[in-house]
Nanobody, 120 residues
Framework: QVQLVESGGGLVQAGGSLRLSCAASGSIFSINAMGWYRQAPGKQRELVAVITSGGNINYADSVKGRFTISRDNAKNTIYLQMNSLKPEDTAVYCC??????????????WGQGTQVTVSS
């Protein structure tokens, strides 16, 4: 069993910053990748940023230069530092994880989501 717990969302004015956290706990053997997705009302869920076990990072074009994903391996936690926020960043941000719970078992799942609202 693996749990993903997110925190750090909220309301911020345009141009402001927020930092999201996602902590994985439970039966973790190793983490293949963790990332952030977001879904705005009436829109499809989209990738925001992902970081792999090898340290490879991908960002959505819309957030490059403004958002930074990082990780603390000791805490099985990833962070998303969001700067220069825009109203179009308003969405529910969800953490996704691809985790090995043993040498042969794999877990992929989602956190409960955290609301980010950027006012103009």
């Amino acid at each position: 069993q693996v749990q993903l717990v997110e925190s750090g969302g909220g309301l911020v004015q345009a141009g402001g910053s927020l930092r999201l956290s996602c902590a994985a706990s439970g039966s973790i053997f190793s983490i293949n990748a963790m990332g952030w997705y977001r879904q705005a009302p009436g829109k499809q869920r989209e990738l925001v940023a992902v970081i792999t076990s090898g340290g490879n990072i991908n960002y959505a074009d819309s957030v490059k230069g403004r958002f930074t994903i990082s990780r603390d391996n000791a805490k099985n936690t990833i962070y998303l530092q969001m700067n220069s926020l825009k109203p179009e960043d308003t969405a529910v941000y969800c953490c996704n994880a691809d985790i090995r719970t043993s040498l042969v078992r794999r877990y992929t799942g989602w956190g409960q989501g955290t609301q980010v609202t950027v006012s103009s």
